[in-house]
């Protein structure tokens, strides 16, 4: 563990953390605050950003890290954390342009539609509409990688289940940063975690939920996809911290995708932030771990053939 990510964890327990104590979410002070801490990083050199957020972008609502030159081999859709309440594709370029840089492939970040006010399945549907988009466009399902964190992660590992029960072609592979994967807030980790976790407090999850299930099972699989059966996804890369207190929401995914036949890669990293990677450049781990991201999304997308996948591993 680096002083860099040791000064993080401090930060977040200082600054984050108390608010997750809170007993009734404020999803609009929430988004304020975020909005106004975010850290933006600088287009990265040879790159171009192309906000799209007009009435007639459709399903491609967003924003575009695309290469000068015009040279991509490969797209990763990004779909943001937040709890499905907060935050944006600006809050999480840190990630999205990172994996852009490494992997050389474009990025596409999505603003799905956030609830309360537009509770599930709107954010499902506006990462399936945005895929089918990318497809209609041009782009092959075997160049595409879906890309989240945390609530994000949950909503691309939902997205391809959602994509494989409709028979509609899969993409290459899936990133999923701290996966937000079980709704119904049953993972031990709540507890074992809870204090322990710098960012969160174990029942803060279970509030959270509330906003974006509205009257929907926290079971369902489209929305808790942990419960899904992942049969016939495409391979998996999953980074995880083990003082999360979602430790176990990939966990348990892990185990399922392994007994289901689903090509996994899967590391848990030692007492990090949840979704350190947003914290590139300031924390080495977060260089590390987009790095590894990165050649996945080259082993998937057949741009790296002798980058061979690991089962499991646990880093400092």
């Known amino acids: ?18 608010q997750t104590r809170h007993p009734v979410i404020d999803a609009q002070r929430a988004r304020k605050m975020t909005a106004k801490r ?19 972008d459709g399903p491609l609502r967003g924003e575009w890290l695309t290469r000068v030159d015009g040279r991509h081999a490969a797209t990763i859709l990004y779909l943001h954390g937040g709890g499905y309440y ?5 809050t999480h370029r840190a990630a999205s342009f990172g994996l852009a840089a490494r992997s050389g492939a474009r990025v596409f970040s999505l603003d799905y539609r956030l609830a309360p006010e537009h509770p599930f399945p709107a954010a499902l549907d506006d990462a399936l509409a945005a895929y089918r988009r990318l497809i209609e466009e041009g782009a092959k399902p075997a160049s595409i990688v ?55 407090h174990g029942p803060s999850v279970a509030r959270a939920a509330k906003l974006y299930l509205g009257d929907t099972p926290a079971t ?33 995914v892990a185990d399922k995708a392994r007994a289901a036949g689903v090509e996994l890669d899967f590391e848990i990293w030692r007492k990090m932030p949840h979704v350190w990677q947003l914290w590139v450049p300031f924390i080495p781990e977060a260089r590390r771990a987009l790095d590894l991201a990165a050649r996945f999304v080259l082993r998937v997308t ?15």
């Open 86 to 90: 907060f935050c944006s594709p600006q």
């Open 146 to 200: 879906i890309a989240g964190d945390s609530a994000g992660g949950g909503l691309a590992l939902a997205t391809l289940v959602a994509l494989r029960d409709a028979g509609e072609p899969m993409p290459a592979g899936a990133i999923l940063f701290s996966p937000w994967t079980d709704l119904a807030a049953t993972g031990a980790s709540l507890q074992t975690n809870d204090g322990v976790d710098p960012m969160f």
């Open 220 to 252: 369902h699989p489209y929305a808790s996809p942990l419960y899904a059966d992942l049969k016939g996804l495409p391979p998996l890369f999953m980074q995880v911290s083990s003082t999360e207190v979602l430790l176990d929401d990939s966990r348990r």
């Open 1 to 18: 563990m680096s002083w860099q990510s040791a000064l993080a964890c401090w930060f977040l327990r200082r600054q984050f953390h108390p």
């Open 38 to 56: 975010a850290y933006t990083p600088r287009v990265p050199a040879g790159w171009a950003l192309h906000e799209r957020y007009g009435a007639h």
């Open 302 to 316: 057949g741009e790296s053939r002798n980058v061979q996948p690991s089962s499991e591993t646990s880093i400092a």
